[in-house]
T-cell receptor, first 111, second 113 residues
Framework: GQNIDQPTEMTATEGAIVQINCTYQ??????LFWYQQHAGEAPTFLSY????GLEEKGRFSSFLSRSKGYSYLLLKELQMKDSASYLC????????????FGRGTSLIVHP | DTGVSQDPRHKITKRGQNVTFRCDPI?????LYWYRQTLGQGPEFLTY????????KSRLLSDRFSAERPKGSFSTLEIQRTEQGDSAMYLC???????????FGPGTRLLVL
């Protein structure tokens, strides 16, 4: 089985930087995804990590440490529209294409 | 817009009725997934298809649930004898690329009264 842990809720100020952590315990590892989900909408893909290190994409960056079972999503220059749930999802074995999702972190950005 | 469509977007039904949902991925999506999501939870895997073959089903998928992908294009998910606990958002996703990134449709929100 899998255990994926994320904080339930975070708040931040417009223009600031926020880091959303994800820890996982899996029997294997075959990639980690971050998705953004606005209320009432479907998840949208943000980033993918399979090797250790930082992947940067505009205002969003994602980091992975496989040895620590740890990832974070870094959001810079926060905007009000970044208020959403952020889902961490892990594929836990070679040859499996099925990711298991965490419960998500609800981010509230205030002025 | 991921190009994945789902129909209907909302469904209200009475307990005990059967419902069917449809998902249309884009042609590049050879794998198609169904998930269920309830409030405050992440999506839970139900089943997936590679082309027309159903390759894996979750233990969450009771025998009241059945899914098909008859021609390897669109897929349907049927729930028989619905129960109030089936109320959820049902999401469909197609995958693309070497990373098998999942691209979700808008979902079908089911309410069982």
């Amino acid at each position: 089985g899998q255990n994926i842990d994320q904080p339930t809720e975070m708040t931040a100020t417009e223009g600031a930087i926020v880091q959303i952590n994800c820890t996982y315990q899996t029997s294997g590892f075959n990639g980690l995804f971050w998705y953004q989900q606005h209320a009432g909408e479907a998840p949208t893909f943000l980033s993918y990590n399979v090797l250790d290190g930082l992947e940067e994409k505009g205002r969003f960056s994602s980091f992975l440490s496989r040895s620590k079972g740890y990832s974070y999503l870094l959001l810079k220059e926060l905007q009000m529209k970044d208020s959403a749930s952020y889902l961490c999802a892990v594929r836990d074995r070679q040859g499996s294409y099925i990711p298991t999702f965490g419960r998500g972190t609800s981010l509230i950005v205030h002025p | 817009d991921t190009g994945v469509s789902q129909d209907p977007r909302h469904k209200i039904t009475k307990r005990g009725q059967n419902v069917t949902f449809r998902c249309d991925p884009i042609s590049e999506h050879n794998r198609l997934y169904w998930y269920r999501q309830t409030l405050g939870q992440g999506p839970e895997f139900l089943t997936y298809f590679q082309n027309e073959a159903q390759l894996e089903k979750s233990r969450l998928l009771s025998d009241r649930f059945s899914a098909e992908r008859p021609k390897g294009s669109f897929s349907t998910l049927e729930i028989q004898r619905t129960e109030q606990g089936d109320s959820a958002m049902y999401l469909c996703a197609g995958t693309e690329g070497l990373r098998e990134t999942q691209y979700f449709g808008p979902g079908t929100r089911l309410l069982v009264l």
